[in-house]
């Protein structure tokens, strides 16, 4: 112990980063890129920003700083042209042995750059074309990270939305903190959940992602952490230390990625200092009675009427059919879902259901063209006119005004036709193969229940800490999963139905 502080001593002290120009300076380099389409080049064009995005090399250790704070360090086409080849550079290298994504200032990436999407979307045809070609560079990067070949951690520290997401929730590692701010707000705009959403949120406990992607909720700090959104929750204090540590990291030539995973996921957890104790899962979206709202209203067999109806019915107080809080929680959300872009609602309920069922690669294919779709459609233009360009801010007028206005015929038009997109990497997967670190899912617990050396709610939360060599988090977890999922009797433990 003594020697692992004098490391860290040692590690803090000295300069942590040798910072790179954010140009690919090999020739070879840039002469050898892969190009996303005639009009997409991957490497940096005249008029990107110089420094929006830093790289730094610290022993084995590989950053990619977000350099925009101004601007919550929205994503856009000159940051991606950067991130990208040199992704693609540090898996030639040996000696790059795990990459930390993070952001400057108060946010890691609080979006793609929307209001400069709207604005080319104006000019017609020409510029819907400039950002669908935005969105394939996206997603081409979203994917490479998805399948990367390195291990990638991601600080989540501060605001993480929209095309954040995108570059830190397909990472095995992603770091929660208290400052984390987590949202999905493209229903909001007249768009639709992207960046891979189509497989991340159907893939989160019960409904939670389909509530997330209608109404565009935060998830703070903790709470994140427990949705299964982070894998690891830490103190922002502790990162630069982590990060310092990270760097001495080292690899035999033949360790596997799951060998390298578990080393790292050890390394974190040496940081971990407990779960915020004033925080209680039940108390949040992520458990007790509005959770069991939440999985009632939005269950698989609720068209969007189905699901306005049940928010109704439990918002009506009077009849006692819910506890007043869930009431309140049923009358906001029902509110909220009204307020998004008819057409976005529709869509994105379709786009989760079938979503469950797509491989990731997959998933930013057909993203791409439902992506393209909603270039050519008034609400995206309207959506982020009236919240984000206009001042000051007014109330959206979206094309078509209702729900009813919106048919089915129109929505199965933004998943038609043959999904184009050409990928950077051939590796797929139906289900992340790095699932195992984060906090047990309530499948895992469900697949525990009704053991036979199972029968209490505490042998339960003793196997899975035991399981996870006591991951901080998981008695929290796995104990609000039961007592909201289970009946314990004189019996055992079952499973309700």
């Not at 830490?234 to 995973?261: G, I, K, T, V, Y």
Request: aromatic share 8%; proline share 5%.
């Amino acid at each position: 112990m003594i020697l692992q502080t004098c490391c860290r001593r040692i590690a803090t002290a000295r300069p942590l980063v040798m910072p790179l120009r954010a140009k690919i300076l090999s020739p070879a380099m840039a002469n050898t890129s892969i190009r996303l389409s005639s009009s997409i080049p991957l490497t940096e064009q005249p008029g990107d920003e110089p420094n929006d995005v830093l790289f730094n090399t610290s022993f084995g250790l590989r950053t990619v700083n977000l350099n925009r704070p101004k601007k919550l360090n929205s994503l856009n086409g000159s940051m991606a042209r950067k991130i990208v080849p040199r992704l693609q550079e540090w898996t030639k290298s040996d000696m790059a042995n795990v990459v930390v994504l993070k952001g400057e200032g108060r946010a890691l990436c609080a979006g793609g750059d929307v209001a400069w999407l709207a604005l080319r979307n104006k000019e017609g045809p020409k510029g819907q074309q400039q950002s669908k070609d935005y969105f394939a560079l996206e997603y081409k990067l979203d994917h490479l990270i998805s399948t990367y070949t390195k291990p990638y951690v991601a600080f989540m520290d501060g605001i993480t939305m929209g095309g954040g997401v995108g570059l830190s929730l397909h990472a095995p590692f992603r770091i929660a903190t208290e400052n984390t701010v987590f949202a999905m707000p493209e229903t909001t705009i007249g768009f639709f959940p992207d960046v891979g959403a189509s497989f991340f949120l159907p893939r989160l406990d019960g409904e939670l992602g389909m509530y997330l992607a209608l109404t565009s909720e935060q998830l703070k700090g903790v709470d994140a952490f427990y949705a299964g959104i982070a894998t690891h929750y830490l103190h922002s204090s502790s990162l630069p230390d982590l990060e310092a540590r990270l760097s001495e990291l080292q690899f035999n030539d033949n360790d596997s990625m799951q060998h390298r995973l578990q080393i790292i996921n050890s390394t974190i957890e040496e940081f971990s200092t407990g779960v915020p104790q004033e925080t209680q899962i039940r108390d949040s979206v992520i458990g007790g009675n509005i959770r069991q709202g939440i999985d009632y209203v939005f269950q698989p067999g609720n068209n969007i009427e189905g699901v306005l109806a049940a928010l109704e019915g439990l918002s009506n107080s009077e009849s006692g059919s819910a506890p007043a809080e869930v009431a309140t929680w049923a009358a906001k959300t029902r509110k909220t879902i009204l307020q998004r872009s008819p057409t976005s609602v529709k869509v994105t309920m379709k786009q989760l259901r079938d979503g469950a069922t797509w491989s990731i690669a997959e998933t930013f294919r057909r993203e791409h063209s439902i992506a393209s779709k909603f270039m050519e459609h008034p609400d995206f233009i309207e959506g982020v006119s009236a919240l984000l360009i206009d001042k000051p801010k007014r109330t959206p007028n979206w094309t078509p005004a209702s729900l009813q206005e919106v048919s089915d015929a129109s929505v199965n038009e933004f998943f038609s036709g043959r999904p184009t997109l050409e990928l950077l990497s051939t590796n797929d997967y139906k289900d992340y193969p790095h699932a195992w670190i984060g906090l047990p899912r309530e499948r895992d617990v469900q697949s525990t229940v009704g053991k036979s050396d199972m029968s209490t709610r505490t042998a339960v939360v003793k196997h899975f800490i035991k399981a996870t060599n006591g991951k901080q988090g998981v008695k929290e977890k796995v104990g609000e999963i039961l007592e909201r999922k289970t009946i314990e009797t004189e019996n055992g433990l079952n499973w309700k139905r």
